[in-house]
């Protein structure tokens, strides 16, 4: 069972940065791409970014624009995400969640190729 926990949310101001991280209670972290998603107040849950199996390929949402960072360090089954150059829009709620199939190289950017959501963190960046 596919068990992932969030923080690092909070509030912060335009500019700023944050640091959110998930955690895998699971032992099989190290096998699977991991994706972090958002789900902004009253709208769907759209996808930010996604890290490979063992951290070498990365890819974004074109909204991200260089100010997010993805990052895993799989000795200690963690994922992490980045945030500087904070704008309002970026205030949602924050989701990791474990590819559905291990080892696959497809950058899948839609919540139907992925498994084990975690009960989210919130972001609040204020103006």
């Known amino acids: 069972q596919v068990q992932l926990v969030e923080s690092g949310g909070g509030l912060a101001q335009t500019g700023g940065s944050l640091r959110l991280s998930c955690a895998d209670s699971?032992?099989?972290?190290?096998?699977?791409?991991m994706g972090w998603f958002r789900q902004p107040p009253g709208k769907e849950r759209t996808f930010v970014a996604r890290?490979?199996?063992?951290?070498?390929?990365?890819y974004y949402a074109d909204f991200v624009n260089g100010r997010f960072t993805v990052s895993r360090d799989n000795a200690k089954n963690t994922v992490y995400l980045q945030m500087d150059s904070l704008k309002p829009e970026d205030t949602a709620v924050y989701y990791c969640?474990?590819?559905?199939?291990?080892?696959?190289?497809?950058?899948?950017?839609?919540?139907?190729?992925?498994?084990?959501w975690g009960q989210g963190t919130q972001v609040t960046v204020s103006s």
């Open positions: 969640a474990k590819d559905r199939w291990s080892f696959r190289s497809t950058a899948s950017t839609g919540t139907a190729g992925y498994v084990g």
């Open positions: 699971g032992r099989t972290f190290s096998n699977f791409a």
């Open positions: 890290i490979s199996w063992d951290g070498r390929n990365t």
